[in-house]
C-alpha cells in the first residue's frame, strides 16, 4: 500500500495527521464531546488505555492549563509524554495498576473517566466481545474508585449480544446512560461508546478492589436480561453532519479546495509489540515457515531474507 493511498481510504486518519493528532480516535472523541458537552467543568480526567495519546492530547487541551497530574493516561504500552498528562504503564485489569491510579486521586476525585480500551480482537464475535466486557468493566471498577458524585464516565463498547448486560451494570451507577455513535467511528465496526453521566452509586456501595466487577464467572443465557430488568438505553449518533463520512474514501484534494500534501505520522510508534520482528528482519533473521512436500508437518525455521 502506498503511503497516500491510507490518507484517501480513511480521511480522518489523514486529518489527524494533519491536526497534529496521534490517531483517528482523537476525533471520536472531539464528537462526543460536541454532543454531551463532556469537558465542561472538568478539571481533573483519567484516561484508561491511552496509546498512543491522541484522548490524551484533546484532555490536555481541552482542560489544558491546569498543571500536570490533572490527566493521568494508562496503557499497557509506552507512550510518548504529553505536556501536562502523567503517565502510567500498566495494565488496568490488574491490582497493582488500579491501585497506582487510585493513590493519585485521593481525597482529589476526578470528573471524568474515559476508556478507549480494545483488546487485540481475535475475529471470534463472541471472544472478542466477552474480553472488551471485561476491559469495561475493569475500567469501571477504576472509576467507581476515583469518580466525584456526578461525574463521568465515558467506554468503548461493542454492541453485541449481551450489550444490555452491560447497560444494566451502568445503569447501577450512573443516573444517565446513552450509547453514542460518533461519525468518525465506521458503520461497519461494532464499535460504539456509553456515555454515563451523573455518578450515582447506590446507598452503601463501597468501591472494594479485593471484589473486582470482573465477571470470572459469565454465563451468557443466565446472564440474559429480560422482563422488567431489560435495560434499552437511548442510541445518539454525533459529530455534526457535515463532518466527513468515515466509511467513505475521498478524493486527496479536498472539497475546500485545499492542496494534498503528505504528512508523517504526528507520533510513531515508540516500541511498538513488532520492533522485534522488524530487527529481525533488518537482520535476516525472521523465522519463516518451511513448507515441504516430503515433511507432513508445517516446519518453522530461521531463514535468511
Ligand atoms: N484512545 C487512544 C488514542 O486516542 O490514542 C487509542 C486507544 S487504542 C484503540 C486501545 C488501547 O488499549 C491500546 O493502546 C492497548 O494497549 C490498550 N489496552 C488494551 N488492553 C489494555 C489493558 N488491559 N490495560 C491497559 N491498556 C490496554
Known amino acids: 500500500m502506498g503511503r497516500t493511498s491510507k490518507d484517501k481510504r480513511d480521511v480522518y486518519y489523514r486529518l489527524a495527521k494533519e491536526n497534529g493528532w496521534r490517531a483517528r480516535s482523537a476525533f471520536k472523541l472531539l464528537q462526543l464531546d460536541e454532543e454531551f458537552q463532556l469537558f465542561q467543568g472538568v478539571t481533573r480526567a483519567v484516561?484508561?488505555?491511552?496509546?498512543?495519546?491522541s484522548w490524551s492530547q484533546v484532555l490536555s487541551q481541552k482542560i489544558g492549563g491546569q498543571g500536570s497530574g490533572h490527566v493521568v493516561a494508562v496503557d499497557l504500552q509506552a507512550m510518548a509524554p504529553i505536556p501536562g498528562v502523567l503517565q502510567i504503564q500498566g495494565d488496568i485489569t490488574q491490582l497493582s495498576t488500579a491501585k497506582e491510579i487510585i493513590q493519585h486521586f485521593e481525597g482529589c476525585p476526578a470528573d471524568l473517566v474515559v476508556c478507549d480500551g480494545a483488546p487485540d480482537v481475535t475475529g471470534l464475535h463472541d471472544v472478542d466481545e466477552y474480553m472488551q466486557a471485561q476491559l469495561l468493566l475493569a475500567a469501571l471498577n477504576i472509576a467507581t474508585h476515583v469518580l466525584?458524585?456526578?461525574?463521568?464516565?465515558?467506554?468503548?463498547?461493542?454492541?453485541?449480544?449481551?450489550?444490555?448486560?452491560?447497560?444494566?451494570?451502568?445503569?447501577?451507577f450512573f443516573s444517565s446512560v446513552l450509547c453514542a455513535k460518533p461519525r468518525s467511528s465506521r458503520n461497519s465496526s461494532i464499535e460504539a461508546f456509553a456515555v454515563c453521566q451523573g455518578y450515582d452509586p447506590p446507598q452503601g456501595f463501597l468501591p472494594d478492589l479485593t471484589k473486582p466487577l470482573l465477571d470470572h464467572s459469565y454465563d451468557p443465557d443466565f446472564n440474559q436480561l429480560d422482563g422488567p430488568t431489560r435495560i434499552i438505553v437511548p442510541f445518539v449518533t454525533c459529530g455534526d453532519l457535515s463532518s466527513y463520512d468515515s466509511d467513505r474514501s475521498y478524493p486527496l484534494d479536498l472539497e475546500d479546495g485545499s492542496e494534498y500534501k503528505y504528512t508523517p505520522p504526528t507520533q510513531p510508534p515508540i516500541?511498538?509489540?513488532?520492533q522485534e520482528a522488524c530487527t529481525l528482519k533488518k537482520k535476516g533473521r525472521l523465522a519463516k515457515e518451511i513448507r515441504s512436500q516430503d515433511c507432513p508437518i508445517n516446519t518453522v525455521d530461521t531463514l535468511p531474507q
Do not use: E, H, N
Open 148 to 172: 466525584k458524585p456526578g461525574g463521568c464516565f465515558v467506554a468503548k463498547i461493542f454492541r453485541g449480544r449481551d450489550v444490555t448486560l452491560i447497560y444494566s451494570q451502568l445503569r447501577v
Open 271 to 274: 516500541s511498538p509489540p513488532y
Open 47 to 53: 484516561d484508561l488505555c491511552a496509546a498512543p495519546g
